[in-house]
Every structure is written in C-alpha cells, then in structure tokens.
C-alpha cells in the first residue's frame, strides 16, 4: 500500500515539473533549456542595467514587451528584468536566463543585448516568461537586408519601421540603396540638384508607374498604388517620389544605432547614374542622359571633374555615416559609350589601360583610394570582382547567382565577401507555394566557398523595388522570406527542421497580421489550379490560419475587399471557375488564385503489350519560349529514364519531350503537380493536366484527372533556357508532393 501511495505522489511530482515548450523563435537559438514554471511581470514591472550604456535599449524593451506592459530602464542590479555587459559571453551573442528570481541577459556587447530583447520579446506570453536558459551567438557577423528606395520612395517613419522588425529578427546591417536611375534620395548640400529635380518624377511616363497601375487596374492590388504622401505639385504637373534630407539620414542612422544596426549608405557609380547625369550632363561622354544597348549610360571615366563630383558627394555620404563600410554599387555599366569618348580613350592611354573593363576597374580603384583615405572600407556589387587586378581591402557582394566564377576570384584575391545570390535573396522576386522553402534550403557556403569560410561576412536579403510602390507591397516581399534569411544568417545549420520552421512561421506570420503589417499569406489548399468531378464537387478550400479572410467570385472577376467571404464548403454540379483571394485581418489583399472546375468521365485504361520500365525521352538542343514550339521530329537524342525529371548533362538551352505510361493503382480522380524553371505542359489520358508553360522562373502548376485503374498514357512537354528544373508527380490528399516512381512509369519499344 505505502508503494502505491510513493508512486502516486511520484507521478504527480512529475506532471507538476513538465518542462515548458520552447518558445516559437525566429531565427532559431544555438542552444535552449526549458524550465517548469513561468515568470511572472507585474503591471509595474522594473528593468534595469548594469551601466548608461544600455540605457538606449529601453523603446526596444518596451516595443518587444508590450503584451506585460511599458518600463523606464534605470542603471542598477535589482529588477525583474537586468541587463549586463559579459565580455565572457560568445561574440555577438548573450545568455538569457529566467527563474524565480527573475530575467537576466548576460550579453557580448550592445547589439547582442538588443538580440537577447529580440529573443525575449518572442518568449513572452502576455505577461508570462517561461523559466529557461538560452545561450546564443549568430553564425555570421554579417546579417543584412537591404531596401532600393530610388525605384520607389518610402519615408524616413516606414524605414524605420522596417529596421526595427529588422532587429527583431537579428539582421544587424541595413544596406541602404539610395541613388539610382529612377531617383536620387540623400541631400548633398554640395550639389542640391541631385534631390530637388533627381528626387522627382513624372508617373505617367515613368514604365515602372505605368506598369504599376496597370497592376491596379487588372488585379485589384492597391499596394501598387503610389502612396498620396509622396506625390506633389510642380509647374502645373503631378510629380512622384521625395528624398531624405541630411537630418532626416542622421535622425534614421541614430535610430538604427540604438537596434545595434549599423547603417550601409549605397550611392551608386558609374552605373546607374542617370539622376546625376539628368542634372550634369556634361558628367557623360556623349552630354545627355540616356540608354544604351542593356543598362543606362554611366558617367565619363575620363573626365576629370567626374571624379571631383563623386568625391565631393562621398565626401558628405562619409560623415553621415558614421560606419567603416560605404557602398559603390559599380554594378551594370553600359561601357558602349566609353568606347567612342576621347577622354575616356585618352584616360586609357595614360594608365595603359587595355579595354573599357579595365577603365571600369581603374574607377573603381580611385575612388577606393579616396575611400581608404577617408577610413572607409569599400563595398561594390560583384562585378567589381570580374577581373583579379581587384584590390583586397573592397568587400565584395556576391549576387549574380548564375556567375559563381566572380565569387571565386574574390575569394582566391583574399577578400571578404557577402553572399545575396539573386536566385535566393532577391526579395522582390515573385513568391509561390514554393519559395519559402527554396531560401531555407539554401547553404550559403557552398563547395567553392568552403575553404574561405573566414572570408565570408555573413548574408543579405535584398528588396529592389521597381515594383513595390508602397510599404504595403515591401511586407508582402518580406515575409516569409526574412525569416528564412534570418536562419540561415544567425542558427547553426545543423538545426535546420523544415516542419518545426514551418509552423514558427505560421506563429510569426500571425504576429505581423496583429501588427497591422502585410505578409504573404500561405497557399490556400483543397484547390487545384485545374480540377475534375464525376457529377458534383464540394469546393473546400484551407487558409493556414483564422486571421485570415478568403474571398471569392465565380463571375471572372477579381475577389476585392467587397466580394463573398468564403465560410464553408460550396457544393456544385456543372463547370465553374472560382477565383479566391485571401486578405489579411486588416483587409490588404494577396495574390488570386483560379480554380477551374470541370465535369468530366473517368477516362478508361489502355490495354498495351510489351510495356518496358521507364519513360522515352526525346532531347532537342534549342532555345524556345513555349512548348508547342518544341518540333515533332528531329531529336538530338533519345533515351529511356526511370524517372521524371531534368537530365543530368545539358548546360545549354534544351527542349524534351517524354512519353509514356503511367499506372494507376486504383480508380479515382488523382491530382498532380509539375514543379519546373521553365515552361511545361503534363497531359495524362489525352488531356492536360498541369499547364506550367513559358518562361519563368521555378513555379508549380497543379491539376487533375479522373482515371480509373489501369495504364494510361502520360506525356511531358518541357523546355529550359537556364534554371534546368523538373518535377512531377501525384498530389496527396494531405497535400504532400509525391514525384512519380519508377515503378510507375513504362514506356513501349
Ligand atoms: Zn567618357
């Protein structure tokens, strides 16, 4: 009896301690112990730190905490939450210990307290901190994001916005992308053309506008429309865009410095020069501001007081920018024009320069000097890498995903580099069920890079923004994405769980919708893009979570805020398209996504002999932009593959076209999906399927059929100029994306 009554009184001591569940934290902490019990802040809750020092974290403490209320920090040891300076903790990283007796961060230095808040904030449930110790210290010393404001405008309190969710999710570097064609944003006393005419432009001959509100226009999407606050009055004419005046750089840059985020000011040279050539023409060869065979025309080399003129706007860049890296941009430079200038032939003959490259270089080179001068380290994009004379103190920023060979060189010449791939960081690329996880997947140090690991800064998410006219439009680029990028630069890569990230972000993406920020919102699913019914269908859709609304119309016509909500399953017996949009709590639109429904019977099975395993390929080398244009004859090769997918060899561009059988194990109607970069066309039992086609980057496309048991022709039509993707197969009932099996696939001799 006494046993019983000890193993009781155990097993209730053991429900009592559970440990905590962790903390959903984005990006994922190096090491975490979880407690039983929680924390409890009080109403009047107090904060303190062990010197001045730290006095500035107090808004981020307050902002990150605001679910338990509003703190003033004082200097001193005895409060509910302490902060303190440990030069024992790993660099950039800090301790964040909760129990009984209260919170304490133990951090490395400024910024890695600010992470510990950051950290901090993501544990609190309303009042409650769970009891736990996280240890932790990021990957990269580099965590960057950066924001184009020269295509589109965004105000000094929407940067600010974005730098402090930047903080929130460790990024310590904002790269700031402040000149460029479309509008120059920083005030150069020296030069006050730059702003005052370079600022502005007319939207409805500028092609990104135009583009922009065609986007209204046809999709309903309002973040396209150009803000009001940034259109203004001058000589009789409606004007678009604004710039930062030198105080509003300082008010941002302190404001980023108390999120111990240091700002990265980019003035873009020679390239990318046509606001400044606009005011100056007498800066380019040929005097006016144009366009030249692939990007605009740059400045004159040659020219003395091109040099004057750069110095003379770093010179003021240098002091409001208190940090040692300054950007150069000297990305895509239309060199056609140096070819035929005297002063740019006349600058080559002097330095015994032999090509126009080698002029770009010899540019870059002196205004590098004139940094180095100055105390500053140079940042350019990589094509300041293309050559080995490249000096080894520039940092170079990697992005051309599809030129590993600039990244190399700048690795072999010794210097540090930042990774932003296009392919992955560039945020303004188009989303779909499927980028999310492309930027987790992604390794920043690849093989190339593994022996220069000490030379890699960190990472870099990028939002260019010729077609993100409004702060609206840049939320919806950055999330999910930034939380992808946020891992990959802070957590160890052996923590990488693609379910757990997954339903983190769903906790986050629920955060920013309370917020009141625009977001991605996940595809709906029970939906195909093509879908069958034998006599009726039940049209269920699935939202990822309840915040969200879902819209929807059946008259072709875009779901907009005033359209049917979605609430429950739609039964229907003939053919329809829906077209379902979903919205944020606070009513911004996302994407719209068309389901065709279609009455169809089940399509019988055919009766071949002699079906052997495998899938017959025909392979074209060519160059084509939509499938019916991959020619009937005429292949360059013929084989048989187990599977369906890219082949292995081709670095060229390549049509295929597969054939073959493909088994169904029992009646039904069965989805499918192709996941393909670029363009692709499935047909199973005669009919299509999947409809992927034309160019574009990696995209999946989903349908169905109704078949019953037995074989049933398949066929693929695909073509490829540069991504070389391929997948195909069935789609669960969960959802989950199965590629077909050998043992699924036949072909006939
Ligand atoms: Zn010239």
Partial sequence: MKRIFLSLAFAVALCSCARNPQPEIIPMPSKVRMGSGHYELASAYTVACQDSSLLALEDFINMNLASAG?????VGTDADITFAIDPSCQDGGYVLSVTRKGISVKAASYPAAVAAVATL????????VPYMKIQDSPRFEWRGFMLDVSRHFFTKE???KIIAKMAQYKFNKFHWHLTDDQGWRVEIKAYPELTLRGGFRDPLTHNHDIDLAGRVEKNNDLTSVLPADRLIQKDGKTLYGGYYTQDDIREVVAFAASLGIDVIPEVDMPGHSLKIIESFPHLCCKGTASWGKDFSVPLCPGNDQTLEFAKTVYSEIFELFPYDYVHLGADEVEKSHWIACPKCQARKAEYSLADESDLQDWFVKELENFFLENGKTMIGWDEIAAKSSLSGSAVVEWWRSWSPATKKNAAENGNKIILCPNEYYYMDVDQNRNSLMKVYRYEPIDEILKPFEDQVLGSHGNLWTEWVASFEAAGHRYFPRMFAISELNWSDPSSRDEAGFLSRVITHLRKLDAEGWNYRMPDLDGIYDQNVFIDSAVVSVTKAFDEIVVRYTVDGTVPTIDSQVYTEPIVIDSDCTFKFRQFTSTGIGGETAVAVFKSVDYAEPVQVDGLEPGLLVRWFNGTYTMCDEIPQEGWDEEYVSPVMGYPVQPKNDIGLVVEG??????DGIWSFYAYTDDG??????????????????????????ALRKGFHPISMKYFDQGGGILEAGFILEDGTRVPFKPEQLWHKK
Avoid at 121 to 128: A, E, F, L, M, T
């Fill in 158 to 160: 929407e940067v600010k």
């Fill in 70 to 74: 509003q703190a003033d920090m004082l």
């Fill in 121 to 128: 904030g993501q544990s609190v449930d309303g009042n409650s």
């Fill in 661 to 666: 059988y493909l088994e169904i194990p029992q």
């Fill in 680 to 705: 692709a066309i499935m047909s199973v039992a005669g009919q299509e399927v999947v409809l992927n086609d034309g160019l574009h980057s990696r995209s999946e496309k989903t349908g169905q059929a």
